[in-house]
Each structure stands twice: as C-alpha cells, then as structure tokens.
C-alpha cells in the first residue's frame, strides 16, 4: 500500500514552460486535492476533486488546471509556469468529505526560473 | 470556516511535556477540531481529531473545554524527532467544506 504518491519529486521549468504534476492514490478515496506550501507559509488549496470526473476550484486555482479522468489519479498542470508558481506542490486524498483525515504525498519541489 | 489562532513557534527539551494551544472562538456546532503535522520535506501527517472533551492516542492527547473555543494539543515526553510544525484545523464532517491551514505552531525540541 503506497498510499499517495506524486512524480516527479523535483522540477526546473523556465518562465513560460508547462509540466504536469501527477498523484496518485490506491486507498480509493473518492476525494483529491492539490496545495501549495511557500516557505514560512501553511498550505493553501489550489483545487480539489470530489470524485472522478469533477474537479472544483480552490483558494489559489490562477494559473493551474486540474483533471480526474481516473479515480486514483489527480493531475495539476501549469499551461505556462512563472516564478510566483515556485513552490512546493502537495497532493491529498481522503475517504471522506470535511474534516476527514487527508493523507498527504510527499510533495514536488518546483523551481521555475 | 472558522478561524484558528495558535503560537508561531514554541522550545522544549527532550522528555518534557508539550502543549499547543489553539483558539477558535467562531467554532460552528458541527465542526470537529484536527491537528496536523508537518516534518521538513515532508507532508502534513494526520494526528489527533476530537469533538469534546479529551480524546487519547498512542501520539498525543487533545483536551476540549466544554465551551470548545480552544483546544490543546499535548505531546508526552518530546523527543527530537517531535520537532516538526504542528497545524490545527476546524472544520465539519458534513458537507465538503476546504480546510484552512494556518502558518501552524513550529515546535523545536532541544537536547
């Protein structure tokens, strides 16, 4: 049992580039969420997913785009990266909705340049 | 949502007993109080959820005063390996509602 898994760990991107951030789940949550942790900073959600095929905005969704196609699978994309989206990226996933426990990846450290 | 306040950071030493206090006055009826933490490169991990009064696991005990506008996280005997950001959160169970984390309270276990 992986848990929640997310590719790539680290990423170099030029201003204007784009990437796919992908997590990956195998408790079959029905729930999934993207944040995003600046230093010093607690985590603020970008969009999350309430189950295949939908997704929902969040507190900071600008410049990021997410799909669900597959249940296990969460997929945050950036069209075209800048260096405000330097950060660390989180993927979550939980069972249920509300304050259920959310089980976090181990993160993706992204620079952009 | 109902916002929380707690202590930007707090120092202990190893073997003592920890408490993280976090306030939340506009605590809504069906809302439940969670704590979080957070290792350096790591993500946030789940620790204690609790409703009222104390709730008890193998890592920390949550106490909850009737009135529920505050909460305390307390961590027996830290060791080093406590040293980490500590997150509380509010929120309900019913009905999707996105979970606001907070800057946390970062806790640095001394030798």
């Known amino acids: 049992n992986a848990g929640v898994t997310q590719t790539p760990k680290f990423r170099v991107l030029k201003t204007g580039q784009s990437m796919t951030l992908l997590c990956a789940q195998d408790?079959?949550?029905?729930?999934m969420y993207w944040y995003r942790q600046d230093p010093g900073m607690g985590l603020r959600l970008i969009h999350y997913s309430v189950g295949e095929g939908t997704t929902a905005k969040g507190e900071v969704p600008d410049g990021y785009n997410v799909s669900r196609l597959k249940k296990q699978n969460f997929l945050l994309g950036l069209e075209s990266a800048a260096p405000s989206q330097t950060s660390v990226y989180f993927c979550?996933?939980?069972?249920?909705?509300?304050?259920?426990?959310?089980?976090f990846g181990p993160g993706t450290r992204l620079l952009v340049l | 949502l109902a916002k929380t306040t707690q202590p930007i950071s707090m120092d202990s030493y190893e073997g003592q007993e920890v408490n993280i206090t976090c306030s939340h006055n506009n605590i809504a009826t069906n809302d439940y109080i969670t704590w979080y933490q957070q290792f350096p490169s790591q993500g946030p991990r789940f620790i204690i959820q609790g409703y009222k009064t104390k709730v008890t696991n193998e890592v920390a005990s949550l106490f909850i005063p009737a009135d529920r506008k505050s909460s305390t996280l307390s961590l027996p005997r830290v060791s080093l390996s406590d040293t980490a950001v500590y997150y509380c959160?509010?929120?309900?169970?019913?009905?999707?509602?996105?979970?606001?984390f907070g800057t946390g309270t970062r806790l640095l276990v001394s030798p």
């Open positions: 959160l509010v929120g309900t169970r019913t009905g999707f509602q996105k979970l606001v």
């Open positions: 979550a996933s939980s069972y249920l909705q509300g304050s259920e426990t959310q089980y």
């Open positions: 408790m079959n949550h029905e729930y």
